[in-house]
T-cell receptor, first 114, second 110 residues
Framework: ETGVTQSPTHLIKTRGQQVTLRCSSQ?????VSWYQQALGQGPQFIFQ???????GRGNFPPRFSGLQFPNYSSELNVNALELDDSALYLC?????????????FGQGTRLTVV | KQEVTQIPAALSVPEGENLVLNCSFT??????LQWFRQDPGKGLTSLLL?????REQTSGRLNASLDKSSGRSTLYIAASQPGDSATYLC?????????FGAGTTVTVRA
């Protein structure tokens, strides 16, 4: 059984550019959530996808968008990058979207915006 | 809005000492609570999951308690080892999302 995998592991982008981060969920998991973790802080919820539809969103602007594919893998897209977008982006998958579920995280993508 | 606080922010102990990490949350209407471990620059490893109806959960040297009514959880790590050095995060689930504390960074000195 493979765990949650994210790509790439590191990325450097210039302010104003666009970026796409990818996540493969754990086998059998149909729900994917994305989190942003700034240095020294706890992760902040960006959004969740369940069966290819957005199921909930945190306090992030519309330039943060996502997709989920039929195989339950997911992408996080960020447009018009700002310096404050520099962070560790974490993907988590869950067996289902129910409230009692356990979340399993990937190793993260470290994004640096210069 | 759910606020999660972890105290202390950092902790340094000699090898063999027991660790006690605290987590508090403001809204008791949670479904479950998870404790995670994070090594520097890495992702999160799930340590323990406590459902809202449970009082505690154990795995090896780890034991976590939950007092939902008072908005508190405690993670106990028995007989600490240098390999336990990491940041420990607690997170509470309210419906679809997790709300995290900022973590407690633990250093176990050999």
């Amino acid at each position: 059984e493979t765990g949650v995998t994210q790509s790439p592991t590191h990325l450097i982008k210039t302010r104003g550019q666009q970026v796409t981060l990818r996540c493969s969920s754990q086998s059998g998991h149909n729900t994917v959530s994305w989190y942003q973790q700034a240095l020294g802080q706890g992760p902040q919820f960006i959004f969740q996808y369940y069966r290819e539809e957005e199921n909930g969103r945190g306090n992030f602007p519309p330039r943060f968008s996502g997709l989920q594919f039929p195989n339950y893998s997911s992408e996080l897209n960020v447009n018009a990058l700002e310096l404050d977008d520099s962070a560790l982006y974490l993907c988590a998958s869950s067996l289902h979207r129910g409230p009692n579920t356990e979340a399993f995280f990937g190793q993260g993508t470290r994004l640096t915006v210069v | 809005k759910q606020e999660v606080t972890q105290i202390p922010a950092a902790l340094s102990v000699p090898e063999g000492e027991n660790l006690v990490l605290n987590c508090s949350f403001t809204d008791s209407a949670i479904y479950n609570l998870q404790w995670f471990r994070q090594d520097p620059g890495k992702g999160l490893t799930s340590l323990l999951l406590i459902q809202s109806s449970q009082r505690e959960q154990t795995s090896g040297r780890l034991n976590a308690s939950l007092d939902k009514s008072s908005g508190r959880s405690t993670l106990y790590i028995a007989a600490s080892q240098p390999g336990d050095s990491a940041t420990y995060l607690c997170a509470v689930r309210d419906d679809y999302k997790l709300s995290f504390g900022a973590g407690t960074t633990v250093t176990v000195r050999a």
